[in-house]
């Protein structure tokens, strides 16, 4: 069976420059990228795999699982699962005890990692035995500001409320109403020890079904004809939102949005620690996707690729 949708062109019939192509191809061989794609109106323009089984097997893609974590609370929202962003954390737990920090929190505050929390790394939290009780017991600043401080707590909490909230555990909620209907069915989820399906990191996938998940936000949550996301929370939770201090990188609900200079266009895109992308250009429809080894100092390699080779590959 076809794993994907995807017309795949040749390399001789490919829209892309070819002086980009060969030396983005010639660059990526030396370096520890094992797979990039790039789908440009609905088809494969390029693809690069350091070897056979890269297409086909399962990638480790680290914080990307946010931004998937993003469209399972619009499909909660929209399914009627969650009534409000402004909903705060406690709704949800009544039964728990929670400090007057934690009381304040809404979901809002956490997709856009508003929410203040104090956090050390994810080290502690995986070796906790409860992540949901640790991440409670982590201090909160009193005045959040709007500024964005990256905390992996925020995205496993909102994991909790949509289990809490759905009945069942994130991953199969994911897998009904999204990997399903995108016909994907080979990935993996982590769970923390109390069953609850990772926020922030956790989920294995092949870069075609990384490709779908993209393309299904390039045409505004329609697959196949059928309107999977709510075309409206496509573009709320992609839209510029809060400053970063990844330089002029802005923030939105658990993506990453690139606004528009004069050497660039604006994009979104989701991104994992090691150099794991999905970058979105609805203006030139591209979607393309990185699976990569890099150590977390020379993860941004992979933007700087695409910013150089791809962004502006389709022009001509």
């Given amino acids: 069976m076809n794993p994907h949708p995807f017309k795949i062109v040749s390399k001789s019939q490919s829209a892309m420059d070819i002086d980009k192509q060969n030396a983005l191809d010639e660059i990526l061989q030396q370096e520890p990228v094992n797979a990039c794609a790039v789908l440009v109106n609905g088809q494969i323009e390029f693809e690069y795999a ?4 890269q297409i086909e097997k399962l990638h480790t893609v680290n914080s990307i699982t946010k931004s998937i974590i993003s469209a399972s609370l619009g499909l909660a929202l929209q399914h009627e699962y969650i009534t409000d962003l402004q909903t705060p954390l406690i709704d949800f737990f009544p039964d728990r005890e929670l400090g007057d920090s934690f009381k304040q929190l809404t979901l809002r505050d956490l997709l856009m990692m508003n929410s203040g929390i104090d956090w050390k790394g994810n080290k502690p939290l995986v070796q906790s035995e409860n992540w949901f009780n640790y991440i409670l017991s982590r201090p909160v600043t009193e005045d959040i500001g709007p500024k964005m401080t990256y905390v ?11 289990q809490k909230s759905s009945g069942i555990n994130t991953a199969e909620f994911t897998d009904r109403y999204l990997f399903q209907p995108l016909h994907i069915r080979s990935y993996k989820w982590r ?18 079904d990384l490709l779908k998940f993209g393309y299904l936000y390039l045409c505004n949550g329609v697959w196949e004809g059928v309107q999977l996301i709510d075309p409206n929370w496509i573009k709320e939770s992609t839209v510029d939102r809060l400053p970063t201090d990844m ?15 004069k050497r660039l266009s604006s994009f979104y895109y989701a991104a994992g620690s090691g150099g794991q ?7 030139k429809q591209i979607v393309c996707v990185f699976t990569c080894e890099y150590s977390r100092k020379e993860g941004v390699k992979p933007f700087t690729f695409f910013t150089r080779y791809i962004l502006g590959a389709f022009d001509h």
């Fill in 247 to 261: 330089g002029n990188q802005r923030y939105a609900y658990h993506w990453w949005v690139n606004p528009e200079t």
């Fill in 152 to 162: 992996c707590g925020n995205s496993h909490l909102l994991s909790a409320v949509i």
């Fill in 277 to 283: 992308y999905i970058f979105i250009v609805p203006e």
């Fill in 191 to 208: 769970a923390d020890p109390q069953g609850v399906s990772t926020g922030g990191f956790g989920i294995e996938m092949t870069v075609y």
């Fill in 50 to 53: 350091k070897d056979k089984h």
